[in-house]
T-cell receptor, first 114, second 115 residues
Framework: GAGVSQTPSNKVTEKGKYVELRCDPI?????LYWYRQSLGQGPEFLIY????????DSGLPNDRFFAVRPEGSVSTLKIQRTERGDSAVYLC????????????FGPGTRLTVL | AQSVSQHNHHVILSEAASLELGCNYS??????LFWYVQYPGQHLQLLLK??????LVKGIKGFEAEFIKSKFSFNLRKPSVQWSDTAEYFC?????????????FGKGTKLSVKP
């Protein structure tokens, strides 16, 4: 079946601009995660959704970052007033049902803030 | 706070050599442990996982890992590597008690296999 998809694959923006990154999870997966991977690092957790609600947003670095999942499927990560330090690959993962299940990762969106 | 340490940043091997990548974690409670692999130009894929039971876990492509609770380790092994194993390998842990399922990743180990 289809895996996790993310759009766009690449996004270049200027400092101060607003960006939206989209994640389409595997059909039927209720758990959805966002991670951020900087160069030379492993993925770092940002936020976790169970259904429509954010069950854990403790990884969001500050209030410029926000994510939604209004219908319990597609999720959008929103970054306001982007900074150069936000440049990274943003990864989305989904899981079948519970927090304890295996996570399946998408290809990521490479964000570059000039 | 939970953390994962991968000892090797870059490992270079010749084909048919044996592989062992180290992974240690810090968390005192029940854990789930994972190894993910990222081949060049591809996304993260699950290699193997440990939830409970037999501490020796076998994954895809001939990889295995051993959970040693007393050492807080989950090292990845393969008896004979192939050129196609060239990739970056990430160890990850999920603990219980506060977090709701997010994974904590190590920094990754880049494996280069020379033909």
């Amino acid at each position: 079946g289809a895996g996790v998809s993310q759009t766009p694959s690449n996004k270049v923006t200027e400092k101060g601009k607003y960006v939206e990154l989209r994640c389409d999870p595997i059909s039927g997966h209720t758990a959805l995660y966002w991670y951020r991977q900087s160069l030379g690092q492993g993925p770092e957790f940002l936020i976790y959704f169970q259904g429509t609600g954010a069950a854990d947003d403790s990884g969001l670095p500050n209030d410029r970052f926000f994510a939604v999942r209004p219908e319990g499927s597609v999720s959008t990560l929103k970054i306001q007033r982007t900074e150069r330090g936000d440049s990274a690959v943003y990864l989305c993962a989904s899981g079948p049902l519970r927090a304890a299940d295996t996570q399946y990762f998408g290809p990521g969106t490479r964000l570059t803030v000039l | 706070a939970q953390s994962v340490s991968q000892h090797n940043h870059h490992v270079i091997l010749s084909e048919a050599a044996s592989l062992e990548l180290g992974c240690n974690y810090s968390y005192g409670g029940t854990v789930n442990l994972f190894w993910y692999v990222q081949y060049p130009g591809q996304h993260l894929q699950l290699l193997l996982k440990y939830f409970s039971g037999d501490p020796l876990v076998k994954g895809i492509k001939g990889f295995e890992a051993e959970f040693i609770k007393s050492k807080f380790s989950f090292n990845l092994r393969k008896p004979s590597v192939q050129w196609s194993d060239t990739a970056e390998y990430f160890c990850a842990v999920r603990g219980y008690g506060g977090s709701q399922g997010n994974l904590i990743f190590g920094k990754g180990t880049k494996l280069s296999v020379k033909p």
